[in-house]
């Protein structure tokens, strides 16, 4: 009796050191195996350090576009401009009331239109939230080459 | 005891003190009395004071803490006071004692949940914008002085409104610098919003 109680003891130790060296070897199911992606050559199992935050470029001319229905880009800085149900910055200076005076782009009457054609006397609640489509730019230089231009029609030169 | 008993028969009867004693006494009565005042006025202008209430700590403290006059690169900071309290002493205690009501509203417990908050939201910034537009935005100007304001430094389109409206002094920091510390109320008829 006594033999069987170490004996089983001892199975069951062994099973324990096999369970946990199972949980060390952890790491070779997250190995990436040396491919390096756009977020650099760290382990999927590790935090790799951020990269620095990009600045929002401030006040410049209007960006050009680049392709037919292109959302314009934001060419100024946004922070604290604040789109909700209670109140809209943008139109404060974007709405056709205001935008003449301030020289800022009138927001285009294709905003009027709700979604089956019909068009409102303001802003459809589908196009409200400026910033679903409209966003600022950063100083980033592109991730991968990109031979991309922009038809010759928009351009404003 | 014969010494404790003279200083009470003369402040029984001040006018058997001499007159020099008299106004000394006074003076330093004075200037015990106007000490204590000031510091309890002062221990009433600072951010612990007003966000020792939850209503301020848990509403308006919040959505401020979001803002450039929380964090900045600087650091420099400006607290509820800075902003809400005059700096000069006349207007200071004509804030404050309208500021009476504002206990009243404590313990009645007119905003003492957020939705009551979000209610009462509108009626209290536009009594706050109303003061602020009636004083010339005297708060904001203890910081930003117009005298001072590089335009070579500034955005493009803030000279455009500084340079004109602002100089001219057809407008106010308020008029068009509104929610930037707090949230908005619902702007529907507000000037200048849509």
């Keep these: ?157 | 005891m014969n010494m404790l008993k003279k200083i009470w028969l003369i402040l029984k009867t001040p006018t058997s003190a001499a007159v020099g004693f008299v106004i000394a006494l006074g003076f330093f009565g004075g200037v015990i009395f106007w000490g204590g005042f000031n510091t309890t006025l002062e221990l009433t202008n600072t951010e612990e004071f007003c966000i020792g209430c939850h209503e301020m700590g848990d509403n308006v403290y919040q959505e401020y803490k979001e803002t450039i006059h929380y964090a900045n690169r600087s650091g420099v900071r400006a607290t509820c006071p800075d902003c809400h309290v005059p700096k000069d002493w006349t207007h200071k205690i004509i804030r404050k004692i309208a500021a009476s009501k504002e206990v009243w509203g404590k313990i009645t417990g007119i905003i003492d949940t957020r939705d009551k908050f979000q209610e009462h939201r509108k009626s209290m910034a536009l009594r706050e914008w109303k003061r602020m537009k009636d004083n010339d935005s005297r708060e904001c100007r203890n910081c930003h002085n117009f005298e001072y304001m590089d335009f070579s430094e500034q955005g493009s389109r803030s000279v455009k409104m500084h340079s004109t409206a602002l100089a001219s002094g057809e407008k106010t920091c308020i008029d068009c610098h509104k929610g930037i510390a707090h949230e908005l109320p619902d702007m529907k008829d507000v000037e200048g919003w849509h």
Aim: glycine share 6%; charged share 30%.
């Design chain 1, 1 to 157: 009796m006594k033999k069987l109680i170490t004996g089983l003891v001892l199975l069951g130790a062994v099973a324990n050191a096999v369970a946990q060296k199972d949980d060390s070897s952890i790491d070779t199911f997250v190995n990436n195996g040396g491919v390096e992606s756009l977020r650099g050559k760290a382990e999927l199992n590790e935090t790799r350090q951020s990269d620095k935050m990009k600045r929002v470029l401030k006040d410049r001319d209007v960006v050009e576009r680049n392709y037919v229905h292109q959302p314009p880009v934001i060419p100024h800085q946004i922070r604290g401009y604040k789109v909700d149900l209670k109140s809209n910055k943008c139109l404060s200076c974007h709405g056709w009331k205001y935008a003449k005076k301030v020289g800022a782009t009138k927001v285009s009457p294709t905003h009027f239109e709700t979604r089956d054609g019909m068009t409102l006397s303001d802003i459809s609640p589908r196009r409200y939230f400026c910033q679903q489509c409209h966003v600022p730019q950063v100083d980033a230089k592109p991730l991968v080459k990109n031979d991309f231009k922009a038809v010759k029609s928009l351009s404003y030169k």
